[in-house]
Each structure stands twice: as structure tokens, then as C-alpha cells.
């Protein structure tokens, strides 16, 4: 089969950044983790293209947006949370599967915003940018 489901998908995290020692470890406590890829562009429309705008691709920038339950007696909780109000970067893998594709890259968590629904539990809204780092992003896995 060719199609993964969003259960199977794997977010690893690594304190002080993809260089730092130490194996990578699992977030489990997410969910519906989004991973935006996008590049910006450059114009470059001559009067050859009859009409027709003409762009190329510049710079890229990912952004992984995802849910966590509040809790703080998970580590990997606690390393999100220090991370955000440290101004620390933290390594991620964002995976199809274990062991599988993704973005490898060092990110800044730049929103952590807390939920309180009165008939749900409270959970933490993230977002992270990838972030100034002497290991710069890579695609892993795949072709």
C-alpha cells in the first residue's frame, strides 16, 4: 500500500538541537501535527514569456504546528515548554513512520498557547519555525 495514516506518523524530538549527544525520542503526547512547507518566490517575467508571469523558487521555510495535552509529568512536554520560554531550539524529525521520510531540522518553538475548554482537558497549541542553527535542514528517508 502507498497511503500512510496520520496515526502511524512519528514526531521525534532532541533537546539542545540535531547536533546535540543522545538519541532522538518520541513525542507521543500529540496530535494532528501539521507540517508547512512552503517557499517563497521570485519574479522573473520578460517580455519572452507572452503574458505570461514567470517565477522561480527562492528561499524555503517550514513551520510544524501540532497539539499536546497539558501535562506536565511528560518529558516531552517539559522539553517544549522549556524550550519556548528559554528561547532554546530543539531538533525534530517530522516522520511518515518510523524510520521513514520527513524534515530533519533544528526549530524554535515561536507560540505556545494554552486551551481551557470548560467539558475537555487543557491542552497546548505549538508552533514551531525552523531556526538559526550550524545543522542546517535536510529531507531524510525516501528516494
Known amino acids: 500500500m502507498g497511503f500512510k495514516l496520520g496515526m502511524e506518523a512519528v514526531l521525534n524530538y532532541k533537546v539542545d538541537g540535531q547536533g546535540a549527544g543522545g538519541a532522538w525520542t518520541e513525542l507521543t503526547n500529540v496530535r494532528d501535527v501539521t507540517l508547512n512547507l512552503e517557499a517563497a518566490e521570485a519574479d522573473l517575467t520578460t517580455r519572452g514569456n507572452q503574458g505570461w508571469r514567470a517565477n522561480v523558487a527562492t528561499l524555503k521555510a517550514a513551520t510544524v504546528e501540532f497539539e499536546m ?17 528559554n528561547n532554546a531550539i530543539l531538533g525534530f524529525q517530522i516522520l511518515d513512520d518510523t524510520g521513514g521520510e520527513g524534515l ?34 535536510s529531507w531524510i528517508g525516501g528516494a
Open 69 to 85: 495535552v497539558w501535562d506536565t509529568a511528560d518529558a516531552g512536554f517539559t522539553a517544549i515548554r522549556n524550550a519556548y520560554l
Open 104 to 137: 530533519q531540522a533544528d526549530f524554535m518553538i515561536s507560540s505556545f498557547s494554552r486551551s481551557e475548554p470548560l467539558e475537555e482537558g487543557i491542552t497546548v497549541s505549538v508552533t514551531a519555525k525552523v531556526a538559526y542553527s550550524a545543522t542546517p535542514p
